[in-house]
C-alpha cells in the first residue's frame, strides 16, 4: 500500500502539471532569493575584511589630533600636529610586543613621465613600509637605509602610476618627476586593488621619509605613525602602552586629553565583521519571507486538491484504503513539490548570483550552508504545510465522500 500511495501521489502530481509548477515558483523564488541574498551578504562582509586586512596584519595606526585646545574646540583626528619621528624611535625601543614601526608623511603630488602625467598620494615612509601595510614587491626593491640617510631621490610606485605614466615600458631605473624634481623608479608595488570603500590602493608612490620631509614637504612632523603588533593577542596590551608612552613623550599631565589616536584594526574588523552579518542575516530573512509564502502557496493548493478529489478519495476509502495511505499520498506530493522546487531553487540562486556578480560588479560568495538551508526549509515547508490538507483528506468519511459532486 505504501507504494501505491507513492505512485497515486505522482499521478495526482501528473495530472495537474500547471497548478503543480504553479505551487513550485514560490518555493523557487524563494530558494533562490535566499542563496543569492545571502551571497551578495558575505560577499560584501569578504570585500570589507580583505580591505582592512590589507592594510596589514595587527595593525595600529596613531594619528596626530584629537586634543582640546585653549578655546576648548576639540580636534578631529589628524588635525594636529603633534606626532614626530622621535615619537615612533621611542615605540620601536621602548613598546614590547612590536614587530615593526613606519612613520609615514603624505601629500598630493604631480607626477611627470616623458608627456604623460598623473597626479597621485606620495607617501614618505621607512622601509618597514612593507610589512607593516602588507605590501610586497612584484619587480625592482624597496628602498634600503642606506636611502634613508642620504635623502636618496628614489620611488617606489603601485601599479596604478605603471598603467598610466609607461604604458608596456618597464619601469625600473626610469626616472619620473615629482612636483618637478627627478626620482629614479627602483621598484613596484604588487597590485591590491580596490579597497572596501572603492579607494584605489594601488595609486600610490613611496619614497624614503627623510626625502619626503626634507626634500620635498619641508617639514619635520608626521601624518601617522603604523605599529604592527606581534600578534593579535597583544594587540590591546600594545595599544596602552603606546598610549601611555606617547603621553609622556608629550608631556601631558593627568587629566590632559590624548593629543593623538591610536586606532585598532583589528577592533575596527570586528566591529565592521558584526555589520555585515548583521545586513546578511536581514538580506536572507527578507529572502525567506518568500519562503513562507511558498509554503502557504502549497497548502492552499493542496486544500483546493482535496476538495477537487473528495470523491476519489470516498472510492480509495471504500476500496480498503486506511488513513495512513491517504495521509502519506497527500504529505508525498506536498514534498515532491518542496524537493523539487528546493533544487530549481538552489539552480536559480547559483545562477543569479553569479549574473549579479557580472553585471553589477558586486562580490558574490556562494555559501554551501546557505544552500543546504535554504533547501532542508523548503523541504520542511513543503512537509509542515502539506500535513493539514493531508490529514483532512485522511479524515474524510468514506461514504460522504462519495455523496460529494
Not at 585646545?69 to 622621535?86: E, F, K, Q, Y
Not at 608627456?115 to 619587480?139: C, H, K, M, Y
Not at 617639514?219 to 593579535?232: E, H, K, L, R
Amino acid at each position: 500500500m505504501f507504494w501505491e500511495s507513492v505512485l497515486i501521489a505522482f499521478d495526482g502530481l501528473k495530472a495537474n502539471k500547471l497548478r503543480s509548477i504553479l505551487t513550485m515558483l514560490g518555493i523557487i523564488i524563494g530558494v533562490g532569493a535566499v542563496i543569492a541574498m545571502v551571497a551578495i551578504g558575505l560577499g560584501v562582509q569578504q570585500k570589507v575584511e580583505n580591505s582592512i586586512a590589507g592594510l596589514g596584519s595587527n595593525l595600529l595606526i596613531i594619528v596626530p589630533g584629537a586634543s582640546s585646545p585653549s578655546g576648548g574646540v576639540r580636534l578631529a583626528a589628524g588635525s594636529n600636529i603633534t606626532l614626530t619621528n622621535r615619537d615612533a624611535q621611542a615605540i620601536t625601543r621602548e613598546i614590547n610586543n612590536v614587530n615593526a614601526v613606519a612613520p609615514t608623511v603624505s601629500r598630493q603630488f604631480q607626477l611627470v613621465y616623458g608627456n604623460q602625467n598623473w597626479q597621485t598620494s606620495v607617501q614618505g615612509s621607512t622601509p618597514e613600509f612593507l610589512d607593516v601595510r602588507n605590501f610586497t614587491i612584484a619587480s625592482g626593491a624597496f628602498f634600503g637605509s642606506r636611502d634613508m640617510d642620504s635623502r636618496a631621490r628614489v620611488a617606489v610606485i603601485g601599479q596604478t602610476i605603471v598603467n598610466n605614466l609607461f604604458g608596456d615600458i618597464n619601469p625600473i631605473g626610469q626616472t619620473i618627476r615629482i612636483n618637478k624634481a627627478p626620482f629614479r623608479v627602483v621598484g613596484v608595488l604588487e597590485s591590491k586593488g580596490q579597497s572596501a570603500v572603492g579607494q584605489d590602493q594601488d595609486d600610490v608612490v613611496v619614497v624614503p621619509l627623510t626625502t619626503a620631509q626634507d626634500r620635498m614637504m619641508g617639514i619635520t612632523y608626521v601624518n601617522s605613525i603604523n605599529v604592527q603588533a606581534a600578534s593579535g593577542d597583544v594587540i590591546d596590551q600594545v595599544q596602552n602602552d603606546i598610549t601611555a608612552l606617547l603621553r609622556i613623550q608629550h608631556r601631558l599631565q593627568p587629566g590632559v586629553p590624548d593629543d593623538f589616536t591610536v586606532r585598532n584594526l583589528a577592533a575596527i574588523m570586528a566591529t565592521a565583521a558584526e555589520t555585515t552579518d548583521a545586513i546578511t542575516t536581514l538580506l536572507g530573512c527578507v529572502a525567506a519571507i518568500s519562503l513562507l509564502v511558498g509554503g502557504i502557496g502549497i497548502m492552499n493548493i493542496m486544500l483546493v486538491s482535496v476538495t477537487e478529489r473528495t470523491r476519489e478519495i470516498g472510492i480509495r476509502k471504500a476500496l480498503g484504503a486506511t488513513f495512513n495511505n491517504v495521509l502519506l499520498q497527500f504529505v508525498i506530493e506536498a514534498i515532491v513539490i518542496g524537493v523539487t522546487g528546493g533544487l530549481l531553487g538552489i539552480v536559480l540562486g547559483i545562477v543569479s548570483a553569479y549574473i549579479i556578480s557580472t553585471v553589477a560588479g558586486w562580490n558574490t560568495v556562494i555559501s554551501p550552508s546557505s544552500i543546504l538551508l535554504a533547501f532542508g526549509v523548503s523541504v520542511a515547508i513543503g512537509l509542515f504545510f502539506g500535513l493539514y490538507p493531508a490529514r483532512k483528506a485522511a479524515l474524510l468519511d468514506p461514504i460522504e465522500a462519495l455523496r460529494h459532486e
